[in-house]
């Protein structure tokens, strides 16, 4: 699904007044606009986001987590999902009727979730149904489109968190003999070898070609053809160079990186666990992160007694999660505070039934 199918209303421009201010001026009306609010505003924090915007987070943790604790706490009528699109629509679809989510800009996509729409996962279900019939569950990652979700709820599947991925699919194969994981092939080939399915039970499904990249008889994995932009930038090379520059420097990487990487790192997990190993390391240890730039500068300044590098030393932050800066966060707070509801985020309401009966699915097998 595009944007323009999921947002009602198309974005204005941002005011030269917010480009122009100071970081100092946008800050202080940032704590005096959330003063302002107090209860009836909420404001959830990804852990990618930004060290400026981050200080204003009521919560912060990974996108479900945030979705979840934004639907718990029923005293605020306004959400300000500083996060991107997919988060966000997860958080209306499990907020309550009488919450608004907020998306401060509606340009903060995620381009792992972008790769898989409703045209094609239609059109790969109903050709692979075909070829193995009633022996396919869906799992989606929740990093993907409330669409997506609400296909994946409809035929029956879940959701997955790259902390609760390997619970999930030992449900799902409870289930069915097959699985199609969405929309990244990586946690899902991370995921199921973990479990000790081989890589030739693993199979590519190619939605733009509509067809499969190998030729496996009797798969027990279909994985999408799709990836984090940002994981993928952490290399083999990376993990190389690294050993024999620094052969005592731990590698910790999240699942999102390719098999190749994740197997040659010492320790990969999810964005929580990532941030575990670190707070229960000892002084003086060594680490080289393969995840998101902002969470790395982060653990750096949390935990200077350790030392902390990117495992990609080129690695900028996500591009998209940038876009939920001072500037659009202040406005939309102005725009809150003038009445006017910016840049809501409504999931349809067929959506976001659906969708639900994936994400719980999910809840009562974790």
């Given at each position: 699904?595009?944007?323009?199918?999921?947002?009602?209303?198309?974005?204005?421009?941002?005011?030269?007044?917010?480009?122009?201010?100071?970081?100092?001026?946008?800050?202080?009306?940032?704590?005096?606009?959330?003063?302002?609010?107090?209860?009836?505003?909420?404001?959830?924090?990804?852990?990618?986001?930004?060290?400026?915007?981050?200080?204003?987070?009521?919560?912060?943790?990974?996108?479900?987590?945030?979705?979840?604790?934004?639907?718990?706490?029923?005293?605020?009528?306004?959400?300000?999902?500083?996060?991107?699109?997919?988060?966000?629509?997860?958080?209306?679809?499990?907020?309550?009727?009488?919450?608004?989510?907020?998306?401060?800009?509606?340009?903060?996509?995620?381009?792992?979730?972008?790769?898989?729409?409703?045209?094609?996962?239609?059109?790969?279900?109903?050709?692979?149904?075909?070829?193995?019939?009633?022996?396919?569950?869906?799992?989606?990652?929740?990093?993907?489109?409330?669409?997506?979700?609400?296909?994946?709820?409809?035929?029956?599947?879940?959701?997955?968190?790259?902390?609760?991925?390997?619970?999930?699919?030992?449900?799902?194969?409870?289930?069915?003999?097959?699985?199609?994981?969405?929309?990244?092939?990586?946690?899902?080939?991370?995921?199921?070898?973990?479990?000790?399915?081989?890589?030739?039970?693993?199979?590519?499904?190619?939605?733009?070609?509509?067809?499969?990249?190998?030729?496996?008889?009797?798969?027990?994995?279909?994985?999408?053809?799709?990836?984090?932009?940002?994981?993928?930038?952490?290399?083999?090379?990376?993990?190389?160079?690294?050993?024999?520059?620094?052969?005592?420097?731990?590698?910790?990487?999240?699942?999102?990186?390719?098999?190749?990487?994740?197997?040659?790192?010492?320790?990969?997990?999810?964005?929580?666990?990532?941030?575990?190993?670190?707070?229960?390391?000892?002084?003086?240890?060594?680490?080289?992160?393969?995840?998101?730039?902002?969470?790395?500068?982060?653990?750096?300044?949390?935990?200077?007694?350790?030392?902390?590098?990117?495992?990609?030393?080129?690695?900028?932050?996500?591009?998209?999660?940038?876009?939920?800066?001072?500037?659009?966060?202040?406005?939309?707070?102005?725009?809150?505070?003038?009445?006017?509801?910016?840049?809501?985020?409504?999931?349809?309401?067929?959506?976001a039934q659906e969708a639900k009966l994936a994400i719980d699915r999910m809840l009562v097998n974790v």
């Amino acid at each position: 699904m595009l944007l323009n199918d999921i947002f009602q209303e198309v974005q204005p421009q941002l005011p030269d007044k917010y480009k122009e201010a100071t970081d100092k001026e946008l800050i202080e009306k940032a704590w005096e606009l959330k003063k302002y609010f107090g209860k009836d505003l909420f404001i959830p924090g990804h852990h990618y986001q930004r060290d400026d915007v981050i200080q204003f987070a009521d919560a912060t943790g990974d996108s479900l987590q945030l979705a979840q604790v934004s639907a718990d706490n029923t005293e605020a009528s306004y959400i300000i999902f500083c996060g991107v699109h997919f988060m966000a629509e997860t958080a209306d679809i499990l907020a309550n009727e009488n919450q608004r989510v907020i998306l401060p800009d509606l340009r903060a996509g995620c381009s792992m979730a972008d790769m898989a729409n409703r045209a094609q996962t239609e059109k790969a279900w109903e050709k692979l149904t075909s070829i193995y019939g009633d022996t396919i569950i869906p799992i989606t990652y929740v990093n993907s489109s409330a669409e997506i979700k609400a296909f994946v709820g409809r035929h029956g599947g879940a959701t997955v968190t790259s902390s609760n991925a390997e619970k999930m699919l030992h449900w799902a194969f409870s289930q069915k003999k097959r699985i199609l994981f969405l929309p990244d092939q990586h946690l899902g080939r991370n995921t199921a070898y973990d479990m000790g399915i081989s890589l030739n039970e693993m199979v590519v499904w190619n939605p733009h070609k509509e067809a499969m990249e190998e030729d496996v008889l009797d798969p027990k994995m279909i994985l999408w053809k799709g990836h984090c932009s940002v994981h993928e930038n952490f290399r083999i090379d990376h993990v190389w160079s690294l050993r024999e520059k620094d052969p005592e420097r731990k590698i910790l990487v999240h699942p999102e990186c390719s098999w190749e990487v994740t197997q040659a790192a010492d320790l990969a997990g999810s964005t929580r666990f990532i941030i575990e190993q670190v707070k229960q390391a000892p002084k003086g240890t060594k680490w080289a992160i393969g995840t998101e730039m902002n969470l790395v500068k982060r653990l750096i300044k949390q935990f200077p007694d350790q030392s902390i590098v990117s495992l990609n030393p080129e690695m900028c932050p996500c591009l998209t999660m940038n876009r939920i800066d001072l500037p659009h966060l202040v406005w939309a707070l102005d725009e809150l505070y003038e009445g006017r509801i910016p840049n809501q985020i409504r999931v349809d309401h067929q959506v976001a039934q659906e969708a639900k009966l994936a994400i719980d699915r999910m809840l009562v097998n974790v």
